[in-house]
């Protein structure tokens, strides 16, 4: 069993920054690829970032140079820098976990307005 808890969202400027945080637990937990999600109602989930194990990160267009995903292993823990928001970076972001199967986070709101 793998579990995934996010934190960090909420409400936020345009041009302002958030930090997504997401932290693994359970039995089932081990070293794998995790990274980010978003969807907006009415439309598909959409990758945003992922980092594999051995570090090598993969970022969606629309959110390079504006974004940056890490991973803090000893704490089974991925995270999400996000600056230079934007209104279409609205969304609920989720994170996942990648080893052969794949486990979602619960979601977290961030909501980008002025």
């Known amino acids: 069993q793998v579990n995934l808890v996010e934190s960090g969202g909420g409400l936020v400027q345009p041009g302002g920054s958030l930090r997504l945080s997401c932290e693994g637990s359970?039995?089932?937990?081990?070293?794998?690829?995790m990274g980010w999600y978003r969807q907006t109602p009415g439309n598909e989930r959409e990758s945003v970032a992922a980092?594999?194990?051995?570090?090598?990160?993969h970022y969606a267009d629309s959110v390079k140079g504006r974004f940056t995903i890490s991973r803090h292993d000893a704490k089974k823990a991925v995270y999400l820098q996000m600056n230079d928001l934007k209104p279409e970076d609205t969304a609920i972001y989720y994170c996942?976990?990648?080893?052969?199967?794949?486990?979602w986070g619960q979601g977290i709101q961030v909501t980008v307005s002025a």
């Open positions: 359970g039995r089932g937990f081990s070293l794998a690829s």
């Open positions: 980092i594999a194990v051995n570090g090598i990160t």
């Open positions: 996942f976990w990648f080893s052969g199967r794949r486990v």
